[in-house]
T-cell receptor
Framework: DVKVTQSSRYLVKRTGEKVFLECVQD?????MFWYRQDPGLGLRLIYF???????EKGDIPEGYSVSREKKERFSLILESASTNQTSMYLC?????????????FGAGSRLTVL | GQQLNQSPQSMFIQEGEDVSMNCTSS?????WLWYKQDPGEGPVLLIA?????ELTSNGRLTAQFGITRKDSFLNISASIPSDVGIYFC????????????FGKGTTLSVSS
């Protein structure tokens, strides 16, 4: 069963901590994405990547960075976590042939920053 | 960043009722998609639409790509309890390198 795996379902961090959210896909997809989901705001794109070592800013990149050293892994980094980054984070991937349309999502990582 | 206007925000219906939700944008999109998110899971693709005017069904679900290319709707017929979840519309403009833009979601509750 192909899938996108997010390493942590729940995390609790303190303000100012550095946070790593890891995402791995086993579908050999070229495209990978990080979204955050907040009630009433839907899904907002943070960063995406169309290839190894490549990244593009989404709609809300401030306070975040990403790393794509291997095709199957896309990491989201919060350099200094703040309380307004408490949210559900969703990783997704897609095959280049489908463009960015047919996304396969992970189950999400719920981050709480105290 | 641009977001899609999705309505209604939430719906509370009885089992067996039909449901309709829609999504609009001020910009033209060349692709419209509908995703469903079950509680505790990531969204899953329900229907993809690629051509203006296209009407596509997936079981009890029917979606249409608006003629103006600025809107789409999703209908669910004869709802059942497992239809509960958050439904998201998503669109993509005709620009290379652009990612999907999502609506804010419609939360559906079904009582039996």
């Amino acid at each position: 069963d192909v899938k996108v795996t997010q390493s942590s379902r729940y995390l609790v961090k303190r303000t100012g901590e550095k946070v790593f959210l890891e995402c791995v896909q086993d579908m050999d997809h070229e495209n990978m994405f990080w979204y955050r989901q907040d009630p009433g705001l839907g899904l907002r794109l943070i960063y995406f990547s169309y290839d190894v070592k490549m990244k593009e800013k989404g709609d809300i990149p401030e306070g975040y960075s990403v790393s794509r050293e291997k095709k199957e892994r896309f990491s989201l980094i919060l350099e200094s976590a703040s309380t307004n980054q408490t949210s559900m984070y969703l990783c997704a991937s897609s095959h280049r042939a489908s463009g960015a349309n047919v996304l396969t999502f992970g189950a999400g990582s719920r981050l709480t920053v105290l | 960043g641009q977001q899609l206007n999705q309505s209604p925000q939430s719906m509370f219906i009885q089992e067996g009722e039909d449901v309709s939700m829609n999504c609009t944008s001020s910009s033209i999109f060349n692709t419209w998609l509908w995703y469903k998110q079950d509680p505790g899971e990531g969204p899953v693709l329900l229907i993809a639409l690629y051509k203006a005017g296209e009407l596509t069904s997936n079981g009890r679900l029917t979606a249409q790509f608006g003629i103006t290319r600025k809107d789409s709707f999703l209908n669910i017929s004869a709802s059942i309890p497992s239809d509960v979840g958050i439904y998201f519309c998503a669109g993509r403009r005709n620009q290379a390198g652009t990612a999907l833009i999502f609506g804010k979601g419609t939360t559906l509750s079904v009582s039996s």
